[in-house]
């Protein structure tokens, strides 16, 4: 099963490497490229097996799966909890207030901070929670503007978006279909319509997303999202 996520994988990134984008976006990172050792690792040593619950975000943080290719990749977390660590190579044109520095990283991906710390503070060992969830990106690709700021896919024109949503939609739809998940949980609003868009199976429901942007994502997210999951029957309440 690890081998078929892998495969749907790297479709994926090889369908969005043909992609071009223009104006304001300046600047691509396929982190399944140049980081795809460490992101392979994360597949085949967590991606095993059926799971009960998909998390889903939308793309990676400039300093989180941009700098380490693991969702919502948080550097201390991916190495010291989920004990992956490898070399990151760069990618074709760097932009030079967006460095990637792999797991020499110093940044926080805050985001990644508190989803895996979530996680890691309820099951305790990755494996237990790898046992039954996964965590997966619906767009592997990090946008930049000239400036260096951040640009998420829903804000694309619409004749560069539509090709990207069709090769991720493509990869969401597979990967479900491999996992075969009881319960898919959006990371936010925009992972919540793909799932809506593409899952053919098993609930679906919404967590807030981490992002430090949201001033409610600052007020005692770890446990908004536990009662959103308590609420949903996904997770019983302690």
């Not at 980081?35 to 392979?40: C, F, L, T, V, Y």
């Not at 040593?45 to 799971?51: A, C, Q, S, V, Y």
């Not at 990676?60 to 380490?68: L, S, T």
Request: glycine share 8%.
């Amino acid at each position: 099963m690890a081998d078929d996520l892998i495969r749907a994988t790297k479709k994926l990134s090889d369908s969005v490497n043909r992609l071009r984008f223009s104006a304001p976006t300046t600047h691509v990172y396929n982190p399944l490229a140049y980081a795809w050792e460490s992101h392979e690792i994360y597949l085949r040593r967590f991606g095993l097996g059926k799971k009960k619950t998909i998390f889903l975000g939308m793309n990676p943080g400039p300093w989180g799966m941009a700098q380490v290719g693991v969702p919502f990749g948080e550097v201390s977390l991916v190495r010291d909890w989920m004990k992956i660590e490898c070399s990151v190579k760069k990618p074709d044109k760097e932009h030079p207030k967006r460095p990637i520095e792999g797991f020499a990283c110093k940044r926080s991906e805050v985001s990644g901070r508190r989803l895996w710390g979530f996680f890691r503070d309820r099951f305790g060992a990755p494996e237990k929670f790898f046992a039954d969830h996964f965590v997966l990106n619906y767009c592997p690709l990090v946008f930049m503007e000239e400036s260096g700021r951040n640009r998420t896919p829903d804000k694309l024109p619409a004749e560069q978006r539509r090709p990207l949503e069709g090769a991720c939609d493509d990869f969401l739809k597979n990967a479900l279909e491999i996992l075969e998940p009881e319960h898919v949980v959006g990371v936010g609003g925009f992972a919540e319509q793909c799932l809506l868009r593409n899952s053919s199976g098993g609930t679906i429901s919404r967590i807030l997303h981490p992002s430090p942007a949201s001033p409610a994502a600052n007020r005692d997210w770890a446990g908004a999202a536990e009662r959103a999951l308590v609420r949903s029957g996904i997770w019983p309440k302690r």
